[in-house]
């Protein structure tokens, strides 16, 4: 049941206002720890996952795509530490059919968020999706987070499939944290 509102609680308020989202930019900062992905040789023949080294907040991915994708889904799940029996549990669990979302038939919040991390290179997730090189540079999902998640480590899993095989799997870890508690820890 807690988890229910939990789930709740994190619809209706990454659902407020622009002040929200400007406090969240001004209070919390992500940085990410490990970017691992991988593909299926079948559909890409080349990649890049890496985490921007200046300072840890931005991802990019270059992918090749050697077959046109008619059709694709992506699962994107979120994992949040869950004391003090487990590391992780699974608190956001989606699953979107990209060509239908690409339309604007059927979108979902916490999908939402990441297409908008993707800036103008997120209107490459389209259908069909026609081979060729994909850059989907500076990443920045800390944009867009509202501004009521805790300091807190997590995991996201996004999984890219078409009918017959997935076509692209990464797995990310990273951590939440405001800049200036950690400014006062340190001084």
Avoid at 138 to 152: D, G, K, Q, S, V
Wanted: charged share 20%; net charge positive.
């Amino acid at each position: 049941m807690a988890q229910f509102r939990l789930i709740f609680l994190l619809i209706f308020l990454s659902s407020q206002s622009e002040s929200a989202k400007t406090f969240s930019k001004a209070r919390l900062h992500l940085m990410w720890k490990t970017f691992d992905c991988s593909v299926n040789p079948n559909y890409i023949s080349q990649h890049k996952c890496f985490i921007l080294e200046h300072d840890k907040s931005l991802i990019t991915s270059e992918l090749n795509y050697i077959k046109d994708v008619h059709k694709f889904n992506a699962t994107f799940k979120l994992f949040m530490p869950r004391r003090p029996s487990l590391p992780f549990q699974k608190v956001i669990d989606v699953n979107v059919d990209i060509c239908q979302f690409a339309k604007g038939n059927h979108g979902h919040r916490f999908m939402t968020i990441v297409v908008k991390a993707f800036g103008k290179q997120g209107s490459q997730l389209k259908c069909p999706h026609p081979k060729g090189l994909y850059t989907y540079p500076n990443i920045n999902i800390a944009e867009n987070l509202p501004a009521f998640l805790p300091e807190t480590d997590f995991k996201i899993e996004m999984n890219f499939l078409n009918t017959d095989a997935y076509l692209f799997n990464t797995s990310l870890t990273g951590f939440l944290f405001d800049p200036i508690k950690r400014k006062s820890k340190t001084t």
